[in-house]
């Protein structure tokens, strides 16, 4: 198959299908490194997800957890309300379908350009919104299949953000949906490792914020927390969730997370 960027190093397996209008933009993004690194992710992971994602639509229907508010496209949350501390500043990237690679690829380079700037005192903590596992990312296969949203999400912005990481800049925290299961959250455990390793940073920088879009979620926050461990800091709620904030506080505060405030989609 040949890669939308047929001229930068090939990476055996991992072909970029889709042109970006700015393809320099999309060159600069998607370098050697960083396909390389969806590539690993994606065989390491590929026969678990699906067995797990087997698990958990078994359970709560593809519907009520599947993706966040029912939709696969994170760059639409918006944050409602926090409680202190209120210095959390979100970026939520993603996008279902081709027709929003040009948005994917303009939203992820404004991030990764961010990481070049020195981080100030003081500065809002950067909160960055990844896919779930249930999506896709059909610009980008990896032995012909279609990579995983979260891997390829993962993958081009911590690659970017591994350099200041290495060189000792504040944990990395993503913000990931709800998880249906406890197994889905160990899923997420080891790809977050395995990036880590693959980086050369330590073991935990990557943080995660777990957010609680449904009943079932709610009912199962423990469980997920506990499989998180220490890299859940914080719980996010959607707006029309019916579920109760002091629920959601109550259970983040007995895992040790901060509770993240309210994400409602536009």
Not at 226 to 246: I, K, M, N, Q, Y
Request: aromatic share 6%; charged share 25%; glycine share 10%.
């Amino acid at each position: 198959m040949q890669s939308a960027l047929a001229a930068d190093i090939e990476v055996p397996g991992v072909d970029v299908v889709v042109n970006a209008a700015d393809r320099e933009r999309q060159a600069a993004l998607l370098t050697t490194e960083v396909r390389s690194l969806i590539g690993a992710l994606h065989r390491r992971f590929w026969s678990r997800r699906r067995e797990v994602l087997h698990q958990t639509t078994a359970g709560p229907s593809a519907g009520e957890r599947g993706a966040v508010f029912g939709k696969d496209d994170p760059s639409t949350w918006t944050v409602d309300e926090f409680e202190p501390p209120a210095a959390l500043r979100w970026t939520m990237v993603g996008g279902a379908g081709d027709d929003a690679w040009d948005d994917r690829i303009t939203e992820i380079a404004a991030l990764v350009e961010g990481f070049k700037e020195p981080v100030e005192p003081g500065a809002p903590l950067d909160i960055v919104g990844v896919r779930g596992w249930c999506t896709t990312e059909p610009a980008v296969l990896v032995d012909g299949r279609a990579t995983p949203g979260n891997i390829f999400d993962l993958a081009v912005v911590t690659q970017h953000a591994a350099r200041p990481l290495r060189e000792g800049a504040s944990p990395f925290w993503i913000a990931i949906p709800e998880l249906g299961t406890p197994c889905e959250a160990q899923l997420w455990c080891d790809l977050l490792t395995l990036a880590e390793d693959r980086l050369g940073v330590e073991r935990g920088t990557i943080r995660t914020v777990a957010t609680v879009e449904t009943s079932n979620g709610m009912r199962g926050l423990d469980a997920v927390l506990s499989e998180l461990r220490d890299r859940a800091v914080g719980v996010a709620v959607a707006t029309g969730s019916g579920v109760d904030e002091v629920d959601v506080k109550d259970a983040a505060t007995r895992r040790g997370a901060m509770y993240a405030g309210v994400i409602a989609g536009r």
